[in-house]
């Protein structure tokens, strides 16, 4: 395994804020799987399965993830879904995907991974369990990252994905596993039919971080409370559009993980200047920063740290505080929680 990079060791980069975000221990709550596959790791995919359309040569894959729009997007997606064809496709991309996070000084991620695109594709269940287990012991061991799962359901994809998505989820459920998601499409898709799926993955353990609010209204951010019991939000935009549900989510102590440049990318939000973080933060909503899709979207969660901090005018200690939200609002146990949080201090207290 060629290694280029190991945790602690990311380059300097410019601005004092900048350096300082690099080198910070991080938690990462919302990070897709396929959606965090970069050039790099596509052109290793690639040279897998030189019989696909996408480019393995670097040069020209750069070009080929220039992003242009959403629905560039969608097209990137599903290209690199399509050469997730084997068990150990999965394997490099998980274990990949840990490189690129420890490069950033990430210690903890839950990755979103949507296990039905996978088996649905001809990939056999066991098989793809046994793959990101692998690797995220390698990752953890080699690496310094701990890696932990949200099954997630893909909408678009109805019932038959959420009853096979629990299925896996439950019947086969992985050792990294931690909680249950849903993804994809808002509109249409509407969060109460998936009650009854959620209500399983939550009677086995399992957490609710449904995605609510990104491209619909708060009355999504409801559902997904009320009908899917959501201990975390993804994205939870449109939370800002009402104030009894920033009341209700602080009150709560209901997390939202906030993806500044996706709520761009996707069009959510029309610009940074108009990102609703700020009204969150002060309606007194714990607010935790990650990037959901990053190459995919030009960026990484240093970047949205740094997004994060112009836009909430954090200084150092700042962006440390926001670190230390992640940590708390991530499924850590106790013990992990605190020793991150640790890290966190031991690092600010260094460079303060
Ligand atoms: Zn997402």
């Not at 410019?14 to 690099?22: K, P, Q, R, S």
């Amino acid at each position: 395994m060629p290694d280029t990079a190991a945790p602690g060791r990311e380059p300097a980069a410019t601005g004092g804020l900048d350096d300082f975000i690099a080198g910070l221990p991080k938690a990462e709550l919302h990070v897709h799987h396929v959606g965090s596959a970069s050039p790099r790791i596509v052109a290793e995919l690639a040279a897998r399965h030189p019989d696909s359309k996408v480019p393995a040569d670097p040069a020209a894959l750069a070009a080929y993830f220039t992003f242009r729009d959403f629905a560039h997007f969608i097209e990137l997606y599903l290209s690199v879904v399509d050469l997730i064809r084997d068990a150990e496709d999965v394997r490099l991309l998980t274990y990949e995907v840990a490189r690129d996070l420890a490069r950033q000084n990430v210690r903890y991620a839950e990755l979103t991974v949507t296990p039905y695109s996978s088996t649905r594709r001809g990939i056999p269940a066991e098989a793809f369990m046994e793959a990101i287990e692998d690797a995220r012991k390698a990752a953890e061991a080699e690496l310094g990252v701990t890696l932990r799962w949200c099954f997630d359901i893909p909408g678009e994809a109805g019932l038959e994905a959420a009853e096979e998505t629990t299925r896996l989820a439950l019947d086969l459920r992985p050792e990294g596993l931690v909680s249950f998601g849903l993804g994809g499409p808002e509109i249409g898709v509407p969060r109460p039919q998936f009650k009854p799926y959620f209500d399983r993955a939550r009677a086995a353990g399992l957490h609710s971080v449904p995605h609510a609010g990104e491209t619909t209204g708060p009355q999504t951010i409801w559902d997904a409370l009320t009908a899917l019991g959501a201990e975390r939000i993804g994205h939870g935009t449109s939370a800002a559009q009402d104030p009894a549900l920033l009341a209700h989510l602080a009150e709560h102590r209901i997390p939202l993980e906030v993806c500044p440049t996706s709520n761009i990318a996707t069009r959510a939000v029309a610009s940074l200047e108009e990102h609703p973080i700020r009204r969150m933060v002060d309606a007194g909503v714990l607010v935790t920063v990650n990037s959901d899709d990053p190459p995919m979207f030009g960026t990484d969660l240093n970047t949205e740290y740094a997004v994060a901090a112009r836009l909430l005018g954090l200084d150092p200690a700042g962006v440390a505080a926001l670190a230390r939200t992640a940590v708390e609002a991530s499924f850590l146990d106790a013990a992990g929680k605190a020793r991150l949080g640790a890290e966190i201090d031991a690092y600010t207290a260094a460079r303060g």
